[in-house]
């Protein structure tokens, strides 16, 4: 089992910054293998998306809405997951869920609001 928390969500204007941190408990790797970590975004009428993904080795991946202006990051010796946000925009607006991947099981945390006005 994991259990992820995410913290750092919060109102801020157009073009400003957040960090978003997702704090991660449990079992986080098995048969030598770390868990991949990914931020999903759920904004209003729409489907929750993926914008971010760790891979176990750091690999990073980035939709195209947030690429260049967001960054993912992991550190696995705190267990924690960062989603730095720059740029901010009101289409940005949304919760902001942690999901973390490990052996094909995938565990979800409760999600922080992020309201970017302008």
């Known amino acids: 089992q994991v259990q992820l928390v995410e913290s750092g969500g919060g109102e801020v204007q157009t073009g400003g910054s957040l960090r978003l941190s997702c704090a991660a408990s449990?079992?986080?790797?098995?048969?030598?293998?770390?868990?991949?970590f990914r931020w999903y975004r759920q904004t209003p009428g729409k489907e929750r998306e993926q914008i971010a993904l760790?891979?176990?080795?750091?690999?990073?991946h980035y939709a195209d809405s947030v690429k260049g202006r967001f960054t993912i990051a992991r550190d696995d010796a705190k267990n924690e997951v960062s989603l730095q946000m720059t740029n901010l925009q009101t289409a940005d607006t949304g919760v902001y869920y942690c999901n973390a991947e490990l052996q094909f099981t995938q565990y979800w945390g409760q999600g922080t609001q992020v309201t970017v006005s302008s």
């Open positions: 760790i891979t176990s080795i750091g690999s990073t």
């Open positions: 449990g079992t986080l790797s098995k048969g030598g293998e770390m868990a991949w």
